[in-house]
């Protein structure tokens, strides 16, 4: 199982009156998990972007456990999900770190594009040589 984390602040821009962290905040937190994943598994934006290739989310999805508020430190976690597929899907686990207790989950599925922006409907090349690397035992 390949998976990555990163202990992040909530800070004050994030929340909503209630002091909650908005709604609209999740994706960005499922995008600094992509990238940090990116980084330790060499799967990065600029990979793809050099590949001739895109990976646009065509799905993205949250669901709320506990209040996440300002001024807490929880740490996202995000899992690679294997798939025949031509697509990229992780799924996302954030944890208070003080209590461990679990306050969001989520999914994520990206797609391939062409450089003319056609979906692409087998794996690209590198993709396969990223996954013979990383998910073969």
């Known amino acids: 199982m390949l998976t990555a984390s990163k202990e992040f602040d909530i800070r004050f821009s994030e ?12 994706p960005l937190y499922f995008e600094d998990a992509r990238e940090e994943f990116g980084k330790k598994y060499e799967l990065g934006y600029m990979l ?20 996440i508020v300002y001024g807490m430190h929880p740490r996202i976690d995000i899992i690679y ?6 697509k990229i899907i992780f799924d996302y686990e954030i944890h208070d770190t003080e209590s461990g207790e679990l306050l969001a989950t989520g999914t994520s599925v990206q797609v391939f594009l062409d450089a003319d ?21």
């Open 15 to 26: 929340v909503d009156s209630m002091q909650f962290v908005w709604h609209g905040s999740y």
């Open 48 to 67: 793809i972007f050099n590949s001739g290739y895109y990976a646009p989310l065509v799905d993205l999805q949250f669901h709320f456990h506990k209040p």
């Open 81 to 86: 999900r294997p798939t025949e597929a031509a």
């Open 117 to 137: 922006y056609q979906l692409v409907w087998s794996n690209p090349p590198f993709y396969e040589e990223w996954k013979k690397k990383w998910l073969t035992p």
